[in-house]
Nanobody
Framework: QVYLVESGGGLVQPGGSLRLSCVFS????????MAWYRQAPGKQRELVAN???????YYIDSVQGRFTISRDNAKNTVYLQMNSLKPDDTAVYYC?????????WGRGTQVTVSS
């Protein structure tokens, strides 16, 4: 059983930064393609960024150039560095596999961008 625990969210002003972390409790973290997703109030969960096991990354257009996804396989952790945050980035952020079959979802971490 894999557990995912997200942290690092909070309240930040527009233009601010946050660094999210997601700890993977299970085996063979390094072989999995991982991703960050977010769900804003009243909207469906959406992909934000993903990182393949080999290290290649992908970002949706709205966060390209502002967010950076990374991973530390020794720590079983995937990160999301978020800069130049905007109110539209307000959402609960989750990590999971970047795959059709995913792990059980964690609780996520709330990010609120507001002045």
């Amino acid at each position: 059983q894999v557990y995912l625990v997200e942290s690092g969210g909070g309240l930040v002003q527009p233009g601010g930064s946050l660094r999210l972390s997601c700890v993977f409790s299970g085996n063979r973290f390094s072989v999995f393609d991982m991703a960050w997703y977010r769900q804003a109030p009243g909207k469906q969960r959406e992909l934000v960024a993903n990182i393949f096991s080999g290290g290649s990354t992908y970002y949706i257009d709205s966060v390209q150039g502002r967010f950076t996804i990374s991973r530390d396989n020794a720590k079983n952790t995937v990160y999301l560095q978020m800069n130049s945050l905007k109110p539209d980035d307000t959402a609960v952020y989750y990590c999971n596999r970047y795959a059709t079959i995913q792990f059980s979802w964690g609780r996520g971490t709330q990010v609120t961008v507001s002045s």
